[in-house]
């Protein structure tokens, strides 16, 4: 069977794929082979994104945009601003990318990253909240959101909750040499 046969009978496993990583389907129709072809684009993205490659990463998610349209394409986007030291072009990313889809999660934590980052942690506060509702199982975000809880007096024991579950769902030792730093109250 040929590689192109495969993907037509799972055209329908490639949407569903699709739309669980936060792809979204808008007026125009994308082939099966288009929307597989987008998701490659986006992983390699990341992985660019992840090696400092920012010029390469930022083609790869505006192929993959062009491609098929989708809220992670424009959060990559976004990704490559805020790596680039952009944050009003992050921020500008982040929200386009939460009205193509209200649902994507993964802005909002971009969102609660970027603000934390700028010292307005009223506005992080909100948008890790948000993130965590349909988030939970994410471990980096409520290690986040901790150091965030940590750094304002009032709410250590919060912070030392939220360290103890990200250590629960994966143990890592960013996550470790905070919650130790907040046992020794250096914050």
Same mark, same amino acid.
């Given at each position: 069977?040929?590689?192109?046969?495969?993907?037509?009978?799972?055209? /329908?496993?490639?949407? /569903?794929?699709?739309?669980?990583?936060?792809?979204?389907? %808008?007026?125009?129709?994308?082939?099966?082979?288009?929307?597989?072809?987008?998701?490659?684009?986006?992983?390699?993205?990341?992985?660019?994104?992840?090696?400092?490659?920012?010029?390469?990463?930022?083609?790869?998610?505006?192929?993959?945009?062009?491609?098929?349209?989708?809220?992670?394409?424009?959060?990559?986007?976004?990704?490559?601003?805020?790596?680039?030291?952009?944050?009003?072009?992050?921020?500008?990313?982040?929200?386009?990318? /939460?009205?193509?889809?209200?649902?994507?999660?993964?802005?909002?934590?971009?969102?609660?990253?970027?603000? %934390?980052?700028?010292?307005?942690?009223?506005?992080?506060?909100?948008?890790?909240?948000?993130? /965590?509702?349909?988030?939970?199982?994410?471990?980096?975000?409520?290690?986040?959101?901790?150091?965030?809880?940590?750094?304002?007096?009032?709410?250590?024991?919060?912070?030392?909750?939220?360290?103890?579950?990200?250590?629960?769902?994966?143990? %890592?030792?960013?996550?470790?040499?905070?919650?130790?730093?907040?046992?020794?109250?250096?914050?």
């Amino acid at each position: 069977m040929s590689y192109l046969k495969v993907i037509e009978s799972m055209g /329908l496993v490639f949407l /569903l794929v699709a739309i669980a990583t936060g792809c979204s389907v %808008h007026e125009r129709q994308v082939s099966p082979e288009q929307q597989f072809r987008a998701i490659e684009l986006m992983d390699q993205g990341v992985m660019q994104l992840r090696s400092g490659e920012l010029d390469a990463a930022r083609a790869s998610f505006q192929l993959s945009f062009d491609i098929a349209p989708s809220a992670a394409a424009i959060d990559g986007q976004g990704a490559v601003c805020f790596q680039q030291g952009d944050f009003v072009c992050a921020e500008q990313r982040f929200f386009e990318s /939460l009205e193509s889809d209200p649902e994507y999660s993964q802005a909002l934590y971009n969102l609660a990253t970027l603000y %934390h980052l700028l010292g307005e942690h009223s506005l992080a506060d909100k948008y890790y909240e948000r993130a /965590l509702e349909s988030m939970p199982d994410d471990a980096r975000l409520r290690n986040n959101f901790a150091v965030l809880l940590a750094e304002d007096k009032g709410f250590r024991s919060m912070a030392k909750d939220y360290f103890e579950e990200a250590r629960q769902l994966v143990p %890592h030792p960013i996550i470790e040499d905070n919650a130790s730093k907040l046992e020794k109250l250096k914050w």
